[in-house]
């Protein structure tokens, strides 16, 4: 019998995670108005590794058009070297899942210096983030054995999206943004179906067990999904990978044609605007000899996982993340390595 790892049991767990998010809506609704009323100039959403990730998916530039004010996502040791200089009417939201990482701590003390205002979203009631931020959203079960983040990255992801979306709401009420966050509380169940396909993510695991690189492919709702999908395969099997826009893929990273044996393309598909040409670029790639996969929602899955989400889109990369993580998982256990506790990995990094 394979030994199962505590990574796994987190992952099967991200829908009760994400359900106990969907119970805090009022108090996301409570802190986006609070924002709101302090019509800040600018809004940073900050975090480290998994955690900025999640940070960039709460604030995709599809949102960032619709604010009213300059919001930007960058990780918080790039907030600490070239944005703390700002003094005034702005918000940092920090997002850690320990909520002791320095880099996020360093940030929130000097944004506060600064006299903006903190909010912190983390899986940790008791950490230093959560007693120094101005105001907090603590995520319920959201705390994690294994090393690496997996469920807390999604709900921390969900979090600061309802957040986003709730502050679009307030600014100017809008009933298609307010039935997006009706939508929410239909996802911890989809999510838990879709986890009912777990042997999909083992069988694209199998079938990329002998790639020694990944190139995610990801559009302007998956890119910030595309760059954590790397992190993880880098983690958890330290294997090389990259994010690239979709048909960024054309301008530069078709050069790896050269090497196209032990490289794996995994595309985060949507089926929007962007469909029609990823369908272009992935036909292109594939006459080319690279090995392309999918994860997507449209019905024409030939190698991958289907979803098949028929609500918005918004939510894809929520619904997409579980099964990343369950395939890089895999990937893990067959390489014979401990997803738990990856070689030179830190739960936290506490120095800076
Ligand atoms: C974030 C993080 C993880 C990474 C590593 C170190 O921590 O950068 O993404 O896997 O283990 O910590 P946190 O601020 O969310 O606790």
């Not at 990329?208 to 999904?225: A, E, H, V």
């Amino acid at each position: 019998m394979e030994k199962e790892y505590f990574t796994l049991s987190e992952i099967l767990d991200t829908p009760n995670t994400l359900e106990t998010v969907v119970e805090k809506i009022n108090l996301v609704e409570n802190i986006a108005s609070r924002i709101i009323d302090l019509r800040p100039e600018r809004i940073y959403y900050i975090g480290c590794g998994s955690s900025y990730y999640a940070a960039s998916g709460a604030l995709t530039p599809l949102l960032l058009e619709k604010f009213p004010f300059h919001a930007y996502s960058i990780p918080a040791s790039e907030f600490l070297f070239y944005h703390s200089g700002n003094i005034g009417n702005n918000v940092v939201i920090a997002f850690s899942r320990s909520g002791t990482t320095r880099e996020v701590i360093e940030a929130v003390k000097i944004a506060k210096k600064n006299r903006y205002t903190t909010i912190g979203i983390s899986c940790n009631e008791n950490s230093e983030l959560v007693k120094i931020a101005d105001s907090a959203i603590v995520i319920d079960n959201c705390s994690e054995k294994s090393f690496v983040m997996t469920k807390s990255f999604t709900a921390l992801q969900f979090t600061g999206l309802l957040l986003s979306l709730k502050m679009i709401n307030l600014i100017e009420k809008d009933d298609v943004v307010e039935n997006i966050v009706k939508e929410a509380s239909k996802l911890p169940k989809f999510i838990f179906q879709a986890l009912d396909d777990i042997d999909k993510c083992r069988i694209l695991a199998k079938e990329t067990i002998n790639d020694k690189n990944f190139i995610f492919l990801g559009t302007t709702l998956t890119y910030p999904l595309a760059m954590e999908a790397s992190l993880k395969f880098i983690e958890m099997t330290y294997s090389l990978s990259e994010p690239f826009h979709i048909l960024e893929f054309r301008h530069g990273p078709l050069a790896l044609a050269e090497r196209k044996n032990d490289i794996s393309i995994i595309m985060l598909l949507a089926n929007d605007s962007s469909y029609k040409n990823s369908l272009k670029l992935l036909k292109e790639i594939k006459e080319k000899g690279f090995k392309v996969f999918e994860i997507s929602n449209s019905g024409n899955v030939i190698k991958g996982v289907r979803v098949s989400w028929e609500g918005n889109n918004y939510y894809l990369p929520i619904i997409y993340a579980p099964l990343i993580h369950a395939t890089v998982y895999y990937r893990a256990i067959l390489k014979g390595y401990n997803p738990d506790r990856p070689e030179h990995l830190r739960k936290v990094v506490e120095d800076f």
